[in-house]
């Protein structure tokens, strides 16, 4: 059994950045970052390999946030750059028991209690 735990998210202003943590107990092959606004569904944000380093972003984040991973600390992070407001919504951490990194929040077995970031002038 994996337990996640994330920290990090706040309020803060158009174009600022903010950084995301996930802190995992047990072993983890694929993490992910999703992100659920009010009324929206859940929709994948980023994702990584942990033996590799591999990693897939959605389309409207690629090139602003960056997955990254910390083997020592069995850490997941997602900094997130030129924050818009349309970002604003409960990020969560995922894991699943597979080396694939799905985009389908049906694929991931662990999820995280989530964290709220809000993007707002």
């Known amino acids: 059994q994996v337990q996640l735990v994330e920290s990090g998210g706040g309020l803060v202003q158009p174009g600022e950045s903010l950084r995301l943590s996930c802190v995992a107990s047990g072993r983890i092959l694929t993490a992910g970052w999703f992100r659920q606004a009010p009324g929206k569904e859940r929709e994948f944000v980023a994702g990584i390999r942990w033996r590799d380093g591999t990693t897939v972003y959605s389309d409207s984040v690629r090139g602003r946030f960056t997955i990254s991973r910390e083997y020592a600390a069995s850490s997941v992070y997602l900094q997130m750059n030129n924050l818009r407001p349309e970002e604003t919504a409960i990020y969560y951490c995922?894991?699943?028991?597979?080396?694939?990194?799905?985009?389908?929040?049906?694929?991931?077995?662990?999820w995280g209690q989530g964290t709220q970031v809000t993007v707002s002038s």
């Open positions: 995922a894991a699943r028991d597979d080396y694939i990194i799905s985009q389908m929040a049906s694929d991931y077995n662990y």
